[in-house]
């Protein structure tokens, strides 16, 4: 991340000593400790301007994906708008919302979709970090948390 604004202000002592404790607890600069800690505020309030804050690139695609769960009968249908080695981006259509429980975050489901070279299904399991209800659907940003070796081999050979 760029770093071309400077930012001053004062505090009181307790708060300065405090800051500098926990800056050194976790062997950071005391500016890099308070930016880490207005970035996460800004994060949580969903108010911090696109900055990229993933590991790995996501890629953007239109793959259909089927969305399994345990402890569901039905098999759920959805859409992988863009994806990363890291997680997807996932459209569930409002027609199939009642194949799903994935409703917040912590959600636990299995996704498993063909990508165009590839012969042979890929399945990764994953974990639901954010449910935004949207005019078409639910969008889910979901996590990895597991997959096969060979699915992650060929999500791999696919996104370079």
């Given at each position: ?145 597991d997959a096969e070796f060979n699915s992650y081999k060929s999500l791999q050979t696919h996104l370079m």
């Open positions: 991340m760029k770093k071309d604004k400077l930012i001053c202000f004062r505090t009181n002592k307790k708060l300065h000593e405090s800051l500098v404790q926990i800056s050194d607890a976790d062997r950071r600069s005391l500016s890099s400790m308070i930016e880490m800690i207005l970035i996460q505020y800004l994060t949580n309030q969903k108010t911090f301007p696109g900055v990229e804050m993933r590991k790995h690139p996501r890629k953007p695609v239109s793959i259909p994906t089927f969305i399994n769960q345990q402890g569901l009968e039905k098999i759920g249908k959805g859409s992988i708008m863009d994806i990363s080695l890291g997680g997807a981006r996932i459209l569930i259509p409002r027609d199939c919302e009642k194949d799903v429980a994935i409703h917040s975050m912590g959600a636990k489901f299995d996704i498993v979709f063909d990508l165009s070279n590839e012969n042979n299904p890929i399945k990764m399991t994953c974990e639901s970090k954010r449910v935004v209800d949207a005019e078409e659907g639910i969008i889910v940003g979901a996590a990895f948390v």
